[in-house]
Every structure is written in structure tokens, then in C-alpha cells.
């Protein structure tokens, strides 16, 4: 993991290397024209479900904030919130709409992910798994700024 910029550079590339794996498969198995749309659908359905987590992480990080004020609780809780749930309906319903490799391949990312995740936090020791949970701090009023 690179530490100027924090990022899992490692699970970037086998993510990557999972993708163009699964095109193969696709090009090998069926047409052309089925392979590119199955992967571009698979892409797009990551994509969401990445957004559905990063939504729910950032109310977790700003969670002292939402219950701050009405407008904080409006712009970071309940419109990422909102979003979320409808991202998750989205993919829901395109999944169930979903030809059944489609549907396999997505299980088969998920699960590659999740062994990933494993071996990087039992067997690897990832010291990403021993950072302490964080909170943005909830934020002054402008009353209490002026006090100080």
C-alpha cells in the first residue's frame, strides 16, 4: 500500500486482473457481443455497489455532524442515505432482470473479494485491519467559534 496516498494499490491490481480474467471468460465462452455487454454490465453494477459503500462509509465517518443541525443531517445523512437506497435498488432490480452468467460473475467477484479480504487481514496481517476507527469531529457553531 503506498503511503503518500494510503491507497490498496495491491487489491487495485488483482481487482483489475479479475476483470480482464472474467472478459476472457466471456470471449472464450460465448459471442463477442454478449462478453462486452455482460462485462460492461458487471462494471457498471461494481461501480454502484462501490457508490452504495462509500456512501455509507461517509455517514459513518461524519456521524457526529448529522446530529449537529437539520442541515447536516439533511446534506450528510439522509441525501447519501437516500442515494444509497436507491443505488441499491437499482442494482437489485438489474440483477433480477440479469441473464444468469451476469448474475454468476457478479457472485464470483463478490466471493473473490471477500477471500481477498481474509487472507489480507489473517494471513497477510494487513495493519489496514488495526487502524483505530475514525470520526470527523462534529462541527462548531459559529457562536462557538466567536466565544473562543
Known amino acids: 500500500m503506498p503511503r503518500r496516498f494510503a491507497t490498496p494499490a495491491a487489491a487495485s491490481i488483482v ?8 472478459a476472457w471468460v466471456y470471449l472464450l465462452a460465448t459471442s463477442v457481443e454478449n462478453a462486452f455487454d455482460y462485462v460492461v454490465n458487471l462494471t457498471g453494477l461494481l461501480f454502484a455497489l462501490f457508490y452504495i459503500l462509500t456512501a455509507l462509509a461517509g455517514i459513518a465517518y461524519f456521524r ?3 446530529a449537529r443541525n437539520v442541515k447536516d443531517a439533511i446534506t450528510v445523512g439522509l441525501l ?3 442515494a444509497a437506497a436507491f443505488l441499491a435498488w437499482m442494482v437489485i ?3 433480477t432482470e440479469s441473464p444468469a452468467p451476469q448474475n ?8 473473490a473479494g471477500l477471500i ?13 485491519y488495526r487502524i483505530r476507527l475514525e470520526s470527523a469531529p462534529a462541527a462548531e457553531t459559529e457562536q462557538e467559534a466567536v466565544s473562543r
Open 15 to 22: 481487482f483489475g486482473v479479475i476483470v480482464i480474467a472474467l
Open 116 to 128: 481477498l479480504m481474509l487472507v489480507s487481514r489473517f494471513v497477510l496481517r494487513s495493519p489496514f
Open 80 to 82: 447519501p442515505l437516500a
Open 93 to 95: 432490480k438489474s440483477m
Open 104 to 111: 454468476w460473475s457478479m457472485l464470483g467477484v463478490l466471493v
Open 64 to 66: 457526529r455532524r448529522i
